[in-house]
C-alpha cells in the first residue's frame, strides 16, 4: 500500500516537474522566436553609430569609399537615381552568393529586396538621431519567407537571416566609425593546419551574430 | 619566427610559426625588444579564461621597433622605438572618443563569447585568448599592431626597453586604478597585491597627492622591495590580521580609498581560502574574490574600491550589504592605454617614476615557460620576467 502510495506520488512530481520544465522551454522558445506577419518572419535590428545622420548618409553615397569598404565582398551597381543592385558574397568564402535590389526612399530611409538569394527577403532601413549626440541609429527592419522545415535546417546549417543581420549592422558600423572590419583569421600562431582548420570553426561561431 | 605558444593548461612552448603580415591601412609591424610577462597571463595559461585555443601566442605588454607601416599610418615611421597599449582601440567609436579606450566597439572581431558573458563586448586585447579578440600576443619576434596611431607611442630618448615596456600595461592600469580613488590630496590608500600592477599603482597614488599608502601582500621581499622603491606602508596578510591592522594604522577610519590588484587567482590563509578554492576548482566559480571582499570591508564608510585586478565571471559571498550599507563607490575596468601613455611616458622620461626595477628577470624568448614559472611561483625574487625575443 506505502509502496504504491509512493509510486502515485512521484509520478505526480514527475508529470509536474515535466509540464512546468516543458511549459517554461516553450515560453523561453517562443521568446527567442522572430515575430510572425502575414506569413513573414520579422525581426528587427539596430546599431549605434557615432557619427551624425549626414555623415551616416554620406558614406553611402561617396561612392569611392563605399566601394573600397565592400570590396571583396560585395559589388554595387547604380541602375538609376534611386535604385541600386548589389551582388554580394559570403565574406567568409563560402561560395555563396545573392542580389539585392536597393531602393532609397528618401533621406534616412533605404528599402532592398532579395530575390535569388537562399531565402526570399525584405528589408528596410531608417536612420534616426541618437539621444544625448550619440550619432546616428541605423534601425533595421528584415521580413523573410521560410517554411518551419527550412528554418530549422538553415539555424543547424548556420545561415539565420537574423544572425546575417546583426554581422551586416555590426560590420557597417565598423566601417563607418574606423574604416575597416577588424579581422584576426590569419594571425599567426603555433597550430598545425587541421588545428588552425578547428579554430577558425571556432572564430566563425565567436564572430557570428556578435553585435556592438 | 620564434613566437612562445600556449599548447594547453599549464603548459608552453617557443615554437616556429608564420610572420604576421599588414592587413589594413592602419596596421604596423613591431619588431619585439621586450615583452614582459604579466600575472592576467597567469589565468589564460591556467584555464581559469576558457578562451585559449593550442598554439596561441601570448603576451601582451611589450615595447619594440617599428619595421613595416600600413598605406594608412601617419604617426610612425620605419625604424621608430614605440611602446604599444596592449588594448587595441579603433580611435573612431563613441567609447575612444570619449577617451575610454578599453571598451572600443570595434576591436573586438569576436564578440560573442564577450556578450553571452557580460551583456557587451569590450575592446579587444593583444594576446589575451579568444575572448578578447583571437589577436597574436608579443612574446614572438614579431607583432602585427592594429589601429597603430591610435596603440602605438614613440619612446623618448634614452629611456631603456626594461623601463618603457612597462608603460604598455602595468603603468597605465596602476595609474588608472588610483585615478578611480578620486584623490585630492591627503589620503590613506591601501593596495592589495605587491607585484608590478600594484606598485605602479602606490606610485601613482602618491603622485596623485596619498599622503600614506599601505600595501598588503604575502611576499616579504615583495614587501620590502616596494617600501624600498616607493615609500609604502607595508602588512604581511600571512601573519596580521589585514582589517584589524589597517583599521589600526587609521585610527578607526579606514583606508580612504583601497585599490585591488590581484584579481581572480587571490590567495589568502584560512578556511574562506580553502571554501574559495574548492569552489573555483569545481568550476563552482570562476573567480576567487579573496582582495576584493577584503578591499570592500575593510574601506572607509563612503570610500572607494578601485578594482584593477582581471576578474572572468562569476563569484560567491560577494558583501554587497557592506558596500550599500557602507555607501562605498566602486570603480572597476581595463585599463585606457591610450588616454595614460603619453602622460605616463613624460613622467618616466622626467624621472618621476622609474618602473625600470619592476623587471628583474630579463630573459630570452627561449627561456618564456621558465620566465613564467618563475613569475608564478615568485621564485627568486621574480617580480617580473621581460622576455628579449
Same mark, same amino acid.
Given at each position: 500500500?506505502?509502496?504504491?502510495?509512493?509510486?502515485?506520488?512521484?509520478?505526480?512530481?514527475?508529470?509536474?516537474?515535466?509540464?512546468?520544465?516543458?511549459?517554461?522551454?516553450?515560453?523561453?522558445?517562443?521568446?527567442?522566436?522572430?515575430?510572425?506577419?502575414?506569413?513573414?518572419?520579422?525581426?528587427? =535590428?539596430?546599431?549605434?553609430?557615432?557619427?551624425?545622420?549626414?555623415?551616416?548618409?554620406?558614406?553611402?553615397?561617396?561612392?569611392?569609399? &563605399?566601394?573600397?569598404?565592400?570590396?571583396?565582398?560585395?559589388?554595387?551597381?547604380?541602375?538609376?537615381?534611386?535604385?541600386?543592385?548589389?551582388?554580394?558574397?559570403?565574406?567568409?568564402?563560402?561560395?555563396?552568393?545573392?542580389?539585392?535590389?536597393?531602393?532609397?526612399?528618401?533621406?534616412?530611409?533605404?528599402?532592398?529586396?532579395?530575390?535569388?538569394?537562399?531565402?526570399?527577403?525584405?528589408?528596410?532601413?531608417?536612420?534616426?538621431?541618437?539621444?544625448?549626440? =550619440?550619432?546616428?541609429? $541605423?534601425?533595421?527592419?528584415?521580413?523573410?519567407?521560410?517554411?518551419?522545415?527550412?528554418?530549422?535546417?538553415?539555424?543547424?546549417?548556420?545561415?539565420?537571416?537574423?544572425?546575417? &543581420?546583426?554581422?551586416?549592422?555590426?560590420?557597417?558600423?565598423? &566601417? $563607418?566609425?574606423?574604416?575597416?572590419?577588424?579581422?584576426?583569421?590569419?594571425?599567426?600562431?603555433?597550430?598545425?593546419?587541421?588545428?588552425?582548420?578547428?579554430?577558425?570553426?571556432?572564430?566563425?561561431?565567436?564572430?557570428?551574430?556578435?553585435?556592438? | 619566427?620564434?613566437?612562445?605558444?600556449?599548447?594547453?593548461?599549464?603548459?608552453?612552448?617557443?615554437?616556429?610559426?608564420?610572420?604576421?603580415?599588414?592587413?589594413?591601412?592602419?596596421?604596423?609591424?613591431?619588431?619585439?625588444?621586450?615583452?614582459?610577462?604579466?600575472?592576467?597571463?597567469?589565468?589564460?595559461?591556467?584555464? /581559469?579564461? #576558457?578562451?585559449?585555443?593550442?598554439?596561441?601566442?601570448?603576451?601582451?605588454?611589450?615595447?619594440?621597433?617599428?619595421?613595416?607601416?600600413?598605406?594608412?599610418?601617419?604617426?610612425?615611421?620605419?625604424?621608430?622605438?614605440?611602446?604599444?597599449?596592449?588594448?587595441?582601440? +579603433?580611435?573612431?567609436?563613441?567609447?575612444?572618443?570619449?577617451?575610454?579606450?578599453?571598451? +572600443?566597439?570595434?576591436?573586438?572581431?569576436?564578440?560573442?563569447?564577450?556578450?553571452?558573458?557580460?551583456?557587451?563586448?569590450?575592446?579587444?586585447?593583444?594576446? /589575451?585568448?579568444?575572448?578578447?579578440?583571437?589577436?597574436?600576443?608579443?612574446?614572438?619576434?614579431?607583432?602585427?599592431?592594429?589601429?597603430?596611431?591610435?596603440?602605438?607611442?614613440?619612446?623618448?630618448?634614452?629611456?631603456?626597453?626594461?623601463?618603457?615596456?612597462?608603460?604598455?600595461?602595468?603603468?597605465?592600469?596602476?595609474?588608472?586604478?588610483?585615478?578611480?580613488?578620486?584623490?585630492?590630496?591627503?589620503?590613506?590608500?591601501?593596495?592589495?597585491?605587491?607585484?608590478?600592477?600594484?606598485?605602479?599603482?602606490?606610485?601613482?597614488?602618491?603622485?596623485?597627492?596619498?599622503?600614506?599608502?599601505?600595501?598588503?601582500?604575502?611576499?616579504?621581499?615583495? @614587501?620590502?622591495?616596494?617600501?624600498?622603491?616607493?615609500?609604502?606602508?607595508?602588512?604581511?596578510?600571512?601573519?596580521?590580521?589585514?582589517?584589524?591592522?589597517?583599521?589600526?594604522?587609521?585610527?578607526?577610519?579606514?583606508?580612504?580609498?583601497?585599490?585591488?590588484?590581484?584579481?581572480?587567482?587571490?590567495?589568502?590563509?584560512?578556511?574562506?581560502?580553502?571554501?574559495?578554492?574548492?569552489?573555483?576548482?569545481?568550476?563552482? %566559480?570562476?573567480?576567487?574574490?579573496?582582495?576584493?571582499?577584503?578591499?570592500?570591508?575593510? +574601506?572607509?564608510?563612503?570610500?572607494?574600491?578601485?578594482?584593477?585586478?582581471?576578474?572572468?565571471? @562569476?563569484?560567491?559571498?560577494? #558583501?554587497?550589504?557592506?558596500?550599500?550599507?557602507?555607501?562605498?563607490?566602486?570603480?572597476?575596468? %581595463?585599463?585606457?592605454?591610450?588616454? /595614460?601613455? #603619453?602622460?605616463? @611616458?613624460?613622467?618616466?622620461?622626467?624621472?618621476?617614476?622609474?618602473?625600470?626595477?619592476?623587471?628583474?628577470?630579463?630573459?630570452? @624568448?627561449?627561456?618564456?615557460?621558465?620566465?613564467?614559472?618563475?613569475?608564478?611561483?615568485?621564485?627568486?625574487? +621574480?617580480?617580473?620576467?621581460?622576455?628579449?625575443?
Amino acid at each position: 500500500m506505502t509502496n504504491n502510495g509512493t509510486r502515485w506520488a512521484l509520478l505526480g512530481v514527475t508529470t509536474v516537474t515535466a509540464v512546468g520544465v516543458g511549459r517554461a522551454v516553450a515560453r523561453r522558445r517562443h521568446r527567442r522566436q522572430p515575430e510572425r506577419q502575414d506569413g513573414w518572419y520579422v525581426v528587427r =535590428r539596430g546599431v549605434t553609430v557615432d557619427r551624425p545622420r549626414d555623415a551616416v548618409i554620406g558614406f553611402w553615397t561617396d561612392r569611392e569609399r &563605399l566601394d573600397r569598404a565592400v570590396a571583396g565582398w560585395a559589388t554595387l551597381e547604380q541602375v538609376d537615381d534611386r535604385s541600386w543592385r548589389c551582388v554580394a558574397r559570403d565574406p567568409a568564402g563560402g561560395g555563396t552568393e545573392w542580389r539585392a535590389e536597393i531602393t532609397v526612399d528618401g533621406p534616412g530611409t533605404l528599402r532592398w529586396r532579395v530575390e535569388d538569394g537562399p531565402v526570399p527577403q525584405e528589408g528596410r532601413i531608417e536612420l534616426v538621431d541618437a539621444p544625448q549626440g =550619440r550619432g546616428t541609429e $541605423i534601425r533595421a527592419e528584415l521580413r523573410y519567407r521560410s517554411g518551419p522545415l527550412r528554418r530549422v535546417f538553415g539555424l543547424v546549417k548556420g545561415d539565420d537571416p537574423d544572425l546575417g &543581420l546583426r554581422d551586416t549592422l555590426r560590420r557597417v558600423k565598423s &566601417l $563607418i566609425e574606423c574604416g575597416q572590419v577588424i579581422d584576426t583569421r590569419r594571425d599567426p600562431s603555433g597550430r598545425s593546419p587541421g588545428q588552425e582548420k578547428a579554430t577558425d570553426k571556432v572564430r566563425e561561431k565567436l564572430m557570428t551574430g556578435g553585435r556592438a | 619566427m620564434r613566437a612562445l605558444c600556449w599548447e594547453g593548461v599549464g603548459k608552453l612552448a617557443v615554437r616556429d610559426v608564420p610572420e604576421p603580415a599588414i592587413r589594413a591601412e592602419g596596421d604596423i609591424i613591431v619588431r619585439v625588444r621586450a615583452s614582459s610577462v604579466c600575472g592576467s597571463d597567469l589565468h589564460l595559461i591556467n584555464g /581559469y579564461l #576558457p578562451a585559449m585555443r593550442e598554439g596561441d601566442i601570448l603576451g601582451h605588454e611589450f615595447t619594440g621597433e617599428v619595421v613595416e607601416t600600413g598605406s594608412g599610418v601617419r604617426r610612425h615611421q620605419v625604424g621608430d622605438r614605440v611602446v604599444v597599449g596592449s588594448v587595441v582601440a +579603433c580611435g573612431g567609436c563613441w567609447y575612444c572618443r570619449t577617451e575610454q579606450y578599453s571598451l +572600443c566597439d570595434n576591436s573586438n572581431p569576436q564578440p560573442v563569447f564577450t556578450e553571452k558573458l557580460w551583456g557587451h563586448s569590450p575592446a579587444g586585447i593583444l594576446g /589575451y585568448s579568444h575572448a578578447a579578440g583571437g589577436y597574436a600576443g608579443s612574446h614572438a619576434e614579431y607583432i602585427r599592431v592594429p589601429f597603430g596611431d591610435v596603440g602605438a607611442f614613440p619612446v623618448p630618448d634614452g629611456v631603456p626597453d626594461d623601463s618603457v615596456v612597462f608603460a604598455s600595461d602595468a603603468m597605465p592600469t596602476g595609474w588608472m586604478a588610483a585615478d578611480f580613488c578620486g584623490l585630492t590630496g591627503g589620503e590613506v590608500v591601501a593596495v592589495w597585491g605587491a607585484g608590478g600592477v600594484g606598485q605602479m599603482a602606490a606610485r601613482s597614488a602618491q603622485l596623485l597627492g596619498a599622503e600614506r599608502v599601505i600595501m598588503i601582500d604575502r611576499f616579504p621581499d615583495r @614587501l620590502a622591495t616596494a617600501a624600498e622603491r616607493v615609500g609604502v606602508e607595508t602588512i604581511n596578510y600571512a601573519e596580521t590580521d589585514v582589517l584589524e591592522a589597517l583599521r589600526e594604522m587609521t585610527a578607526g577610519r579606514g583606508p580612504d580609498a583601497c585599490i585591488e590588484a590581484v584579481g581572480m587567482e587571490s590567495h589568502d590563509v584560512g578556511p574562506t581560502y580553502a571554501y574559495d578554492r574548492v569552489k573555483q576548482s569545481a568550476r563552482l %566559480q570562476t573567480d576567487r574574490p579573496t582582495s576584493v571582499r577584503q578591499a570592500i570591508m575593510a +574601506c572607509r564608510k563612503g570610500g572607494t574600491v578601485s578594482i584593477v585586478g582581471v576578474y572572468a565571471g @562569476l563569484v560567491d559571498k560577494f #558583501p554587497l550589504g557592506a558596500a550599500m550599507n557602507k555607501a562605498l563607490v566602486l570603480r572597476m575596468g %581595463q585599463m585606457h592605454a591610450q588616454r /595614460y601613455i #603619453p602622460m605616463l @611616458l613624460d613622467r618616466i622620461a622626467s624621472g618621476e617614476i622609474d618602473p625600470g626595477y619592476l623587471a628583474t628577470h630579463p630573459l630570452p @624568448l627561449e627561456e618564456g615557460a621558465r620566465g613564467y614559472e618563475l613569475f608564478e611561483k615568485k621564485q627568486d625574487g +621574480c617580480l617580473r620576467s621581460v622576455l628579449h625575443p
